[in-house]
């Protein structure tokens, strides 16, 4: 069979880019598939319609005449009454939300209708966050688990993270039986990183055997070009971290890096900029105690738009992949794609195990640990004297990382099962 003949059912749980990083994510892969020439139909369960160019999209409509629904309903109508969340009790005794099952439930009528009237080579589940539902859903439809791709984006559940992640769930054991179930019964698994099956192998021996790894995609998009915000200077040396900061991400050792740095080179303090953009509102006292201190310092501290933060990772110096403290990170960070395509100096501030440094390479001079404070001035420090010689000397060249994340080399991963 062609590349070309071969169909692909996909389950989205989202394909809404503007929810989460995680559904950029599942649209670059789609966007991906159809660059490589598969046939695609997308099932999703957006709240929307939303439709993705060359792509049949259909929004999966939630049931709402069940027993189910009623029990979801009931259960927000408290929540909102009372202000008690009934979902972690609920959660301890069946595993997962009166809502979680509706939503499969209605993710399994729409699909069992759809492969009922097509024929289809793969059926693919993707999802987002921790929920799962297209998984679950399709654990209840045997009959097309010799073609179930089952896509594994994070691991799962919470408490199989890696410290200092230390998150447990309520109807932890429900979940692992659920999760043991996926790693059966599906044909293949995909994680975007070799670190996370390997990973998640640890747990569920049963994806070393059916496990692919397809990293996160990159498929770059042509927005309209916006003017730059008045708080960045294309002129400048500078070094961006774009995206949430999450408690478990702390930006202190970058910035104490950052300030040694212009301490060490003070002339460097009318040219040089250190960006932080997106949520952080964990760490809210420590940035405006920094702010205070460090004038070249920006934070934003509330969401930016992704077309805008893709535009600056074009025009920066220095783009930053930062990870929490830890002996192992095996995630691919959703922005890494973005990162390789903006051809910019990645300053990847990881653990020494980790998916990122493993691409880049042992050899990449451009890693440190995330609290190694004078390794991350000294980098810096290096790059800008690179940057005063010439800006360009800051160009990733990475032909390697731009074909490893290319819907070419999707095509040959998928060719090759």
């Not at 409509?61 to 408290?78: A, G, N, T």
């Not at 730059?228 to 202190?252: C, I, T, W």
Request: aromatic content about 14%; glycine content about 4%; proline content about 5%.
């Amino acid at each position: 069979m062609s590349i070309k003949a071969k169909k692909i059912l996909v389950i989205s749980e989202s394909i809404d880019i503007n929810d989460s990083s995680g559904t950029k994510g599942r649209v670059a892969l789609i966007n991906n598939l159809v660059e490589a020439g598969f046939n695609l139909k997308v099932l999703h369960y957006t709240s929307k319609d939303i439709f993705l160019e060359d792509v049949d999209c259909v929004r999966i409509k939630e049931r709402k005449i069940s027993i189910l629904y009623v029990l979801s309903r009931m259960e927000r109508i408290f929540t909102r009454a009372t202000k008690i969340s009934l979902n972690p009790y609920l959660e301890s005794w069946f595993g997962f939300s009166f809502t979680f099952f509706n939503d499969a439930k209605s993710i399994k009528k729409a699909v069992k209708k759809e492969i009922g009237n097509n024929t289809y080579d793969f059926v693919m589940t993707l999802s987002k966050g921790a929920s799962f539902k297209p998984h679950y859903a399709l654990l209840d439809i045997p009959e097309i688990h010799d073609k179930w791709m089952t896509y594994v984006h994070d691991p799962f559940p919470y408490h199989f993270y890696p410290r200092p992640y230390n998150w447990i769930q309520p109807g932890f054991r429900q979940k692992e039986q659920f999760f043991l179930e996926v790693s059966e019964k599906a044909k293949y698994s995909i994680f975007p990183s070799l670190l996370l099956k390997e990973w998640m192998a640890s747990y569920f021996p049963n994806f070393l055997k059916t496990g692919i790894v397809i990293p996160h995609q990159s498929a770059e998009k042509d927005f309209p070009t916006q003017d730059f915000p008045n708080y960045f200077d294309a002129s400048k040396f500078n070094v961006l971290h774009a995206g949430n900061l999450m408690k478990q991400r702390s930006p202190e050792g970058l910035i104490e890096g950052f300030k040694l740095f212009l301490h060490k080179n003070p002339e460097a303090k009318g040219a040089s900029r250190l960006l932080l953009l997106g949520s952080a509102s964990h760490h809210t006292e420590m940035l405006e105690k920094y702010k205070t201190d460090i004038p070249e310092l920006y934070v934003s501290n509330g969401s930016v738009s992704f077309d805008m933060v893709y535009q600056l990772q074009q025009h920066v110096s220095v783009n930053v992949i930062l990870e929490s403290k830890s002996e192992i990170s095996p995630f691919l960070p959703g922005k890494f794609p973005h990162c390789v395509e903006a051809n910019k100096i990645i300053l990847s501030l990881a653990p020494y195990y980790s998916e990122t440094r493993r691409l880049l390479g042992d050899d990449y001079p451009y890693w440190a640990e995330v609290d190694q404070v004078e390794k991350i001035a000294a980098i810096i420090e290096n790059l800008y004297q690179l940057w005063k010689q010439n800006p360009d000397n800051l160009n990733l060249n990475r032909s390697d990382l731009i074909e490893y994340l290319s819907a070419d080399y999707l095509k040959k991963v998928l060719k090759s099962i």
